[in-house]
C-alpha cells in the first residue's frame, strides 16, 4: 500500500505513532464506557445537558464556537418529517432487523437500551444510524441518552458538520480509554436547476444556506420553450462518522445537510415486499453508504452482505460518498462551463454589433453579471480547495491513511484505489474550474477593450459634435456682427437722409 506521492507505506508506521491499535480486538466497552449524563451527575456538573454535549468546559461562558454551533441550530425547523433511519445487526445469531425509522424520542430510547445490552463473546454487533435533517431534537435527545465515549466522537463530528468544515481524519488517542473514531466531514455545493413554472425552493428552515446569486442570464438549453431554467446553488455537506470502543462493537453515525427538494417526497423506509425479501438474488442497497441519494453505480454495498469491520466499512462508504461528492462537482462545473460559453459569445458580439442584431450593448449589465459568476467561481474554488486539502493531508507521508497500512483484503484496497482515483479527477475538475475563470478574465479584458472602444468613438463623436458647434457659433456670431454693421450703416444712412 502507498502514500498519494507514491511513497511506500511502513507497515508499522510507528515514526508517525499512527497504528491500529490491537486491543480494540478485545471486547472494551462494558469496561470503559458510561452513560454521558452519569458522568455529569458523578462530577457535579451544573449545566445544561446540551452545553456540556457541545463543549466540554468548567466555564459558564460558551465558546463562539459553540454560540454559533446553537445559533444554527435554532435556525432549522424542529419537528421535522424526515425520521433517522436506523439499522442493527449480530454477526453470530445472523440476526437481521429490518431497518426502521425513528423520530427523535424513539432514537434516544434505542441509543438508551444500546447502553445496557449485552453482547455475547463470539458475536460482533454493528449500529448505523443515518440522520438526514439534523436538527436541535435530534442534537439533544444524543445528548441525553449517549455514553461518554459517544459523546466524545459525537461532539466534533456535529460541531464540524454544523460549521461545514472539511475532515478526513482518524482518531486513535494514546492515553486514556482505548477507543477509534474514523471521520468524514466534506462540504460541497449542489446545483438544483428547475424550469421557470417551478416556484423556488426556500431555505427557511432547513439549516442549509443558498448563494445569493441569479444565474439566469446563462442560458444551458437554448432550446426551451419557457426560457432559460432556474439555477439554485446550495452549500450542502455529508458528514459519516465511525466509532467503538472494540471492532466487536461499533457504531457508525451519518448527517446529511442537501437543497430541500433532494428530501422533498423521499421516504427513508425502502422495506421491500415480502416477495423481494425472498429473492435470494436481490441486491439491496446499504442506504447509510449512498445517503439515500439515488447513488447509480455498480459498486453500492448490499446490505445483505454486511460488512463487520469498521475500518473496512469507513473506506467503503468514504469511495462512495466521495464519488457521489464528485459527481454533484461534474455536474455543477459541466452546466456552469456551458452556460458561460454562450454568454462569452455575446460579450465578443459586441464588437461587431452589426453581425448579431440582438447583441447586447449593456456593459453595466455585464460586469454585474460578470461579478455573480465569479462569486460562484469563487465558492467553487474555496469548496474543492479544502476538500482536497483534508485529502492530501490524509494521504500523505504521516497522514491518517497510516492506520490503514496493515490491510491487505480486497475490499479495503479496491476502495482505497477508488478514492485515489475520484481525489485524482476532482484535482482535474480543480484545473478545468481554473481554465474557466481563465476564459472568464479574457473575456472580461474583451469587454473592457470594446467598453473602451466605445467609450473612444463617442468620445470621438462628441467632439466632433462640439466642433460643429463651434463652427455654428462661429457662423452665429459673424452673422450677428454683419447684422450690426448693417443696421448700423442703416441708422447712418436715415440720419443722412433727414439732413
Known amino acids: 500500500m502507498d ?81 433517522a433511519w436506523v439499522e442493527c445487526r449480530r454477526k453470530a445469531s445472523n440476526s437481521e432487523e429490518r431497518p426502521r425509522n425513528f423520530t427523535p424520542v424513539e432514537l434516544a430510547r434505542f441509543i438508551k437500551s444500546r447502553s445496557t445490552s449485552d453482547i455475547s463473546d463470539g458475536d460482533v454487533i454493528r449500529r448505523l444510524i443515518f440522520i438526514r435533517q439534523l436538527d436541535l431534537d435530534f442534537v439533544y435527545n444524543l445528548a441525553t441518552t449517549s455514553s461518554w465515549n459517544e459523546v466524545l466522537a459525537l461532539r466534533p463530528a456535529i460541531r464540524r458538520h454544523l460549521m461545514r468544515e472539511a475532515a478526513i481524519n482518524v482518531h486513535v488517542p494514546h492515553t486514556g480509554f482505548a477507543t477509534f473514531r474514523l471521520e468524514l466531514s466534506l462540504p460541497y455545493l449542489i446545483l438544483e436547476k428547475r424550469d421557470r413554472s417551478q416556484p423556488s425552493t426556500a431555505d427557511e428552515g432547513h439549516g442549509i444556506e443558498r448563494l445569493e446569486t441569479d444565474l ?30 472494540d471492532t466487536s462493537e461499533w457504531t457508525g453515525y451519518a448527517f446529511s445537510a442537501r437543497c430541500p427538494s433532494m428530501n422533498e417526497g423521499q421516504d427513508l423506509d425502502h422495506e421491500s415486499d415480502d416477495e423481494d425479501d425472498n429473492n435470494d438474488g ?43 461528492i464528485y459527481e454533484q462537482y461534474v455536474y455543477l462545473i459541466r452546466t456552469l462551463a456551458s452556460g458561460i460559453e454562450g454568454w462569452i459569445r455575446s460579450i465578443y458580439a459586441v464588437r461587431k454589433p452589426w453581425t448579431v442584431p440582438n447583441a447586447k450593448t449593456n456593459t453595466l449589465q455585464w460586469g454585474e453579471e460578470i461579478d455573480q459568476i465569479q462569486e460562484v467561481l469563487h465558492a467553487l474554488k474555496t469548496h474543492l480547495q479544502s476538500t482536497l486539502a483534508v485529502w492530501a493531508r490524509f494521504s500523505g507521508v504521516g497522514g491518517d491513511i497510516s492506520f490503514f497500512s496493515d490491510m491487505v483484503d480486497t475490499k479495503s484496497r479496491c476502495a482505497l484505489r477508488d478514492i485515489r482515483e475520484i481525489f485524482a479527477d476532482l484535482m482535474f475538475q480543480q484545473q478545468k474550474l481554473a481554465g474557466i475563470d481563465q476564459t472568464l478574465d479574457d473575456a472580461t479584458k474583451a469587454l473592457k477593450r470594446a467598453s473602451d472602444a466605445q467609450n473612444h468613438q463617442l468620445a470621438q463623436q462628441t467632439l466632433r459634435l462640439n466642433k460643429e458647434i463651434n463652427t455654428i457659433a462661429l457662423d452665429s456670431q459673424r452673422s450677428v456682427a454683419e447684422t450690426n454693421r448693417t443696421t448700423k450703416v442703416n441708422v447712418q444712412v436715415s440720419e443722412k437722409s433727414l439732413y
Open 3 to 83: 502514500y498519494l506521492d507514491g511513497t511506500a507505506l511502513n507497515i508499522n508506521c510507528e515514526e508517525y505513532g499512527k497504528t491500529w491499535n490491537r486491543i480494540f480486538d478485545d471486547k472494551n466497552r462494558k469496561k470503559q464506557d458510561r452513560p454521558f449524563l452519569e458522568c455529569l451527575q458523578q462530577e457535579k456538573v451544573e449545566r445544561d445537558p446540551l452545553d456540556a454535549f457541545l463543549e466540554n468546559t468548567d466555564s459558564s461562558i460558551l465558546s463562539q464556537e459553540v454560540q454559533k454551533v446553537k445559533k444554527i441550530l435554532d435556525n432549522i425547523l424542529r419537528g421535522s418529517n424526515t425520521p
Open 216 to 245: 439566469a442570464f446563462l442560458d444551458t438549453e437554448s432550446g426551451q420553450v419557457d426560457g432559460p431554467a432556474r439555477f439554485s446553488i446550495w452549500k450542502a455537506h455529508e458528514t459519516v462518522l465511525v466509532f467503538g470502543c
Open 282 to 324: 436481490m441486491l439491496h442497497e446499504d442506504l447509510f453508504a449512498t445517503g439515500d441519494t439515488n447513488y447509480d453505480d455498480q459498486q453500492i454495498l448490499d446490505a445483505n452482505s454486511p460488512i463487520w469491520d469498521p475500518r473496512v466499512y469507513f473506506l467503503c462508504v468514504l469511495a462512495i460518498r466521495a464519488k457521489i
